[in-house]
């Protein structure tokens, strides 16, 4: 059986017309019946397609190369170096072996364990993606989506001219990857002239892909095929303005190290055959791998940005195990894997659940897989012969289980296990907002004030807490409660509910805070769609603080119009380096005076108790390296919050207007306490004296280190400079 003869094993290529289907509109005329004459490259191919398409990756030309060499080095264990139990990895080389695998590597924590070929075979051995080339398409899509050359909700009819006056015009990027763009697909049979079969093999693959007819409206309904998937070729090309397989080299393959692989073209500088065949070597499989394990970063890069990472694995509307282009979620488990919406129980067999439920892989016909388990840092990657007897669960969960962390330890981030995120339209997804209809009018009170929270959470069970947890809710309440007070007598004011990261993460992964901004950046916008076009004013503490800081950088300073309208952000408890304005921030200053405006202000409090001051700048000065070097400058920016000044002047305690505390027995702010203690900024640290008494001493997280109480030791300063910089934000105007 040639290659393209075993499709028909998958179940997968329907007939043209759906059961029940009604007539479809016109489309392309279909291509004449080729002759050996009429498309000689064609028939030379027929001539020579390979019985088992796998491991022969020569037959087919022209093609055109996406990498070279050996790629970037990969870390790979010695036997005692190896954290998996060799039982665990003798049983996958077994099962591979047995179902004929031509190369098989399995990666724990970043790391090979294991690297099996087939006698023959090796390392630098290519072999035939079949559908793996698929899923690929799917990253270089979201890949573009992410820098902003297009959009999943784009249609067809902007990439494909004929198809502007077209019906199937209307099928959107996003139906393409979620497979239910309603268009037909032919009958496969390995005969010379059927249309399926010569996709694989003809010189002209616009012919028959745009000969596909419409057989329902897009979005209708789910089903797995091959011929559409070529359609993201004429997508990337047209957004890009790069050849496909450029824009594939430039983008993935050479930021992830690929070595040696070629995509095919039909014909010499045509089109790229998308929806099959990629000849590339299992060990840069594993490089995309393990760029997905850790959700879109391979070695400190960012490939895809974790809102990506999650579009890209989350499930389609119609499928709840189908992600994008073959990337399968291994939950929820089903006895089949759906392949039809239409005809659910047609699919392949599922002989078990994975073990755990952060599952995904990227899918070839016949087994060929690359399997990411971020909770487990484990990657696998099998190419073999084409055998549709392959087990993914039994073959996989002996080695879930291999990795699964010491009772005593966390399992690794993953964004999959994360709970779901807050609905921002819904008033319970807030710990303060406005209730509906009182908003404040008139010139003095016309900001309004976005509230971001610390860290509350300090359990174990969760990376990120959900944000509506009966045990997370009450300390998130109490510190908005507190610290959201200093809007009181300015502005009305919102305060999100999100998915902190928690205590577990700090330090660990930053990515748990990456997941948490996607939450505040929602909250957010939903902010701004509920002020109109309203001035306002950013606080953020800590981890808020971080959040708040890349809301200025990431969201403000790259949308002219939210500049103008920022009041000014307070950065409270992170570290801010001075390289930052002028590197990342061009338009937003570092406020130096007590009424400027679209600034950022920012402190850390202390006491001479704390001996760590040294070690506090040292780390700031290392985390900001690379940034202070470019910026020209190691100073890191502390703007005093008695004088709102950013100079190392001392202000004394008589200008402290008022200290103060939300106490939860009352379910109020205590009652202010002024002239509490003095400030001044030395070196980036804001030093207050004297020693704060009881009840503020409680906020001590060690000796000296005031982090917990950077607002509330100047909460009515706090308060009061808002309300003078949204006057000066008013007469500014």
């Given at each position: 059986m040639r290659f393209a003869a075993a499709l028909l094993a998958v179940g997968i290529l329907l007939s043209a017309a759906p059961p029940g289907g009604a007539a479809a509109p016109a489309a392309d005329a279909a291509p004449a019946a080729p002759t050996p004459r009429s498309d000689p490259r064609a028939w030379d191919r027929h001539q020579k397609s390979p019985k088992e398409p796998v491991a022969a990756v020569d037959w087919f030309t022209p093609t055109v190369p996406i990498g070279e060499g050996e790629g970037a080095p990969l870390r790979v264990a010695s036997e005692s170096e190896r954290t998996l139990p060799a039982a665990a990895l003798d049983a996958a080389r077994d099962y591979a072996v047995q179902l004929n695998s031509y190369g098989l590597i399995v990666a724990h924590r970043g790391v090979i364990q294991l690297e099996h070929y087939k006698e023959g075979f090796g390392p630098d051995r290519q072999l035939d993606s079949q559908s793996l080339h698929k899923p690929l398409a799917a990253i270089l899509t979201m890949a573009a989506v992410a820098d902003g050359k297009l959009s999943l909700d784009d249609p067809m009819s902007r990439f494909i001219p004929r198809w502007r006056r077209d019906p199937r015009g209307a099928i959107t990027v996003r139906d393409v990857l979620y497979m239910q763009t309603g268009l037909g697909e032919p009958r496969y049979e390995e005969a010379w002239g059927n249309p399926g079969y010569q996709m694989f093999i003809t010189s002209r693959i616009e012919d028959y892909l745009f000969a596909l007819p419409r057989e329902s409206a897009p979005g209708e309904h789910f089903r797995s095929h091959y011929a559409a998937t070529q359609l993201l070729q004429f997508v990337l090309e047209r957004a890009t303005g790069r050849r496909y397989a450029d824009y594939l080299r430039e983008r993935l393959w050479q930021p992830l190290g690929g070595g040696a692989a070629r995509v095919r073209l039909d014909r010499p500088n045509g089109n790229a055959q998308v929806f099959c065949c990629l000849q590339a070597r299992p060990r840069d499989w594993?490089?995309?791998?393990?760029?997905?394990?850790?959700?879109?970063?391979?070695?400190?890069?960012?490939?895809?940005p974790l809102d990506t990472f999650l579009q890209l694995t989350a499930p389609s509307p119609l499928a709840p195990n189908f992600a994008m282009q073959q990337i399968w979620r291994g939950s929820p488990y089903s006895r089949?894997?759906?392949?039809?919406?239409?005809?659910?129980?047609?699919?392949?067999?599922?002989?078990?659940?994975?073990?755990?439920?952060?599952?995904?892989?990227?899918?070839?016909?016949?087994?060929?897989?690359?399997?990411?388990?971020?909770?487990?840092?484990?990657?696998?990657?099998?190419?073999?012969?084409?055998?549709?007897?392959?087990?993914?669960?039994?073959?996989?969960?002996?080695?879930?289980?291999?990795?699964?962390?010491?009772?005593?330890?966390?399992?690794?981030?993953?964004?999959?296990?994360?709970?779901?995120?807050?609905?921002?339209?819904?008033?319970?997804?807030?710990?303060?907002?406005?209730?509906?209809?009182?908003?404040?009018?008139?010139?003095?009170?016309?900001?309004?004030?976005?509230?971001?929270?610390?860290?509350?959470?300090?359990?174990?069970?969760?990376?990120?807490?959900?944000?509506?947890?009966?045990?997370?809710?009450?300390?998130?309440?109490?510190?908005?409660?507190?610290?959201?007070?200093?809007?009181?007598?300015?502005?009305?004011?919102?305060?999100?509910?999100?998915?902190?990261?928690?205590?577990?993460?700090?330090?660990?992964?930053?990515?748990?805070?990456?997941?948490?901004?996607?939450?505040?950046?929602?909250?957010?916008?939903?902010?701004?769609?509920?002020?109109?076009?309203?001035p306002f004013v950013i606080l953020g503490h800590s981890q808020g603080a971080l959040h708040t800081q890349t809301l200025v950088t990431d969201v403000i300073e790259r949308d002219p119009a939210l500049r103008k309208r920022l009041v000014a952000a307070y950065v409270v408890g992170i570290p801010v380096p001075m390289a930052l304005y002028g590197q990342t921030l061009r338009h937003i200053t570092a406020c130096t005076t007590p009424t400027q405006t679209r600034c950022i202000a920012t402190w850390s409090t202390f006491t001479d108790r704390f001996t760590g001051l040294a070690q506090w700048r040292g780390g700031t000065r290392a985390r900001f390296a690379a940034l202070m070097q470019a910026g020209g400058t190691q100073a890191i920016q502390c703007t005093n919050p008695l004088s709102w000044r950013a100079d190392e002047v001392a202000v004394p305690a008589a200008q402290n207007l008022g200290a103060t505390l939300f106490d939860?027995?009352?379910?109020?702010?205590?009652?202010?306490?002024?002239?509490?203690?003095?400030?001044?900024?030395?070196?980036?640290?804001?030093?207050?004296?004297p020693e704060p008494p009881a009840p503020f001493s409680a906020l001590a997280m060690v000796p000296g280190n005031y982090h917990l109480a950077d607002v509330a030791l100047f909460h009515a300063n706090v308060a009061r400079n808002i309300a003078d910089r949204i006057a000066a934000w008013g007469a500014d105007r």
């Amino acid at each position: 059986m040639r290659f393209a003869a075993a499709l028909l094993a998958v179940g997968i290529l329907l007939s043209a017309a759906p059961p029940g289907g009604a007539a479809a509109p016109a489309a392309d005329a279909a291509p004449a019946a080729p002759t050996p004459r009429s498309d000689p490259r064609a028939w030379d191919r027929h001539q020579k397609s390979p019985k088992e398409p796998v491991a022969a990756v020569d037959w087919f030309t022209p093609t055109v190369p996406i990498g070279e060499g050996e790629g970037a080095p990969l870390r790979v264990a010695s036997e005692s170096e190896r954290t998996l139990p060799a039982a665990a990895l003798d049983a996958a080389r077994d099962y591979a072996v047995q179902l004929n695998s031509y190369g098989l590597i399995v990666a724990h924590r970043g790391v090979i364990q294991l690297e099996h070929y087939k006698e023959g075979f090796g390392p630098d051995r290519q072999l035939d993606s079949q559908s793996l080339h698929k899923p690929l398409a799917a990253i270089l899509t979201m890949a573009a989506v992410a820098d902003g050359k297009l959009s999943l909700d784009d249609p067809m009819s902007r990439f494909i001219p004929r198809w502007r006056r077209d019906p199937r015009g209307a099928i959107t990027v996003r139906d393409v990857l979620y497979m239910q763009t309603g268009l037909g697909e032919p009958r496969y049979e390995e005969a010379w002239g059927n249309p399926g079969y010569q996709m694989f093999i003809t010189s002209r693959i616009e012919d028959y892909l745009f000969a596909l007819p419409r057989e329902s409206a897009p979005g209708e309904h789910f089903r797995s095929h091959y011929a559409a998937t070529q359609l993201l070729q004429f997508v990337l090309e047209r957004a890009t303005g790069r050849r496909y397989a450029d824009y594939l080299r430039e983008r993935l393959w050479q930021p992830l190290g690929g070595g040696a692989a070629r995509v095919r073209l039909d014909r010499p500088n045509g089109n790229a055959q998308v929806f099959c065949c990629l000849q590339a070597r299992p060990r840069d499989w594993l490089r995309v791998g393990l760029m997905l394990s850790k959700h879109g970063s391979l070695d400190g890069r960012t490939v895809l940005p974790l809102d990506t990472f999650l579009q890209l694995t989350a499930p389609s509307p119609l499928a709840p195990n189908f992600a994008m282009q073959q990337i399968w979620r291994g939950s929820p488990y089903s006895r089949v894997r759906m392949m039809d919406s239409r005809n659910p129980a047609r699919g392949l067999p599922m002989s078990a659940p994975f073990a755990i439920d952060d599952v995904f892989y990227l899918e070839g016909r016949g087994g060929q897989r690359v399997y990411v388990v971020p909770s487990r840092e484990l990657v696998v990657v099998r190419q073999g012969e084409v055998r549709m007897e392959w087990d993914d669960a039994a073959f996989l969960n002996g080695l879930i289980a291999a990795a699964a962390p010491a009772a005593d330890k966390a399992p690794a981030f993953s964004a999959l296990l994360a709970p779901p995120a807050p609905d921002y339209t819904q008033a319970s997804a807030w710990a303060h907002r406005p209730a509906q209809g009182a908003t404040r009018t008139g010139t003095a009170t016309q900001a309004a004030a976005f509230y971001i929270h610390h860290t509350t959470y300090g359990g174990r069970e969760w990376w990120n807490a959900p944000h509506d947890a009966p045990d997370v809710v009450p300390g998130v309440d109490a510190v908005v409660a507190g610290q959201g007070s200093v809007f009181e007598s300015c502005c009305d004011w919102w305060a999100p509910r999100y998915r902190q990261a928690s205590l577990l993460a700090l330090g660990n992964t930053p990515q748990a805070y990456d997941l948490a901004f996607l939450d505040v950046r929602a909250a957010f916008r939903q902010f701004l769609e509920e002020i109109g076009e309203r001035p306002f004013v950013i606080l953020g503490h800590s981890q808020g603080a971080l959040h708040t800081q890349t809301l200025v950088t990431d969201v403000i300073e790259r949308d002219p119009a939210l500049r103008k309208r920022l009041v000014a952000a307070y950065v409270v408890g992170i570290p801010v380096p001075m390289a930052l304005y002028g590197q990342t921030l061009r338009h937003i200053t570092a406020c130096t005076t007590p009424t400027q405006t679209r600034c950022i202000a920012t402190w850390s409090t202390f006491t001479d108790r704390f001996t760590g001051l040294a070690q506090w700048r040292g780390g700031t000065r290392a985390r900001f390296a690379a940034l202070m070097q470019a910026g020209g400058t190691q100073a890191i920016q502390c703007t005093n919050p008695l004088s709102w000044r950013a100079d190392e002047v001392a202000v004394p305690a008589a200008q402290n207007l008022g200290a103060t505390l939300f106490d939860p027995r009352a379910g109020a702010l205590m009652p202010p306490v002024a002239g509490l203690v003095d400030a001044r900024c030395v070196d980036g640290a804001l030093l207050a004296a004297p020693e704060p008494p009881a009840p503020f001493s409680a906020l001590a997280m060690v000796p000296g280190n005031y982090h917990l109480a950077d607002v509330a030791l100047f909460h009515a300063n706090v308060a009061r400079n808002i309300a003078d910089r949204i006057a000066a934000w008013g007469a500014d105007r």
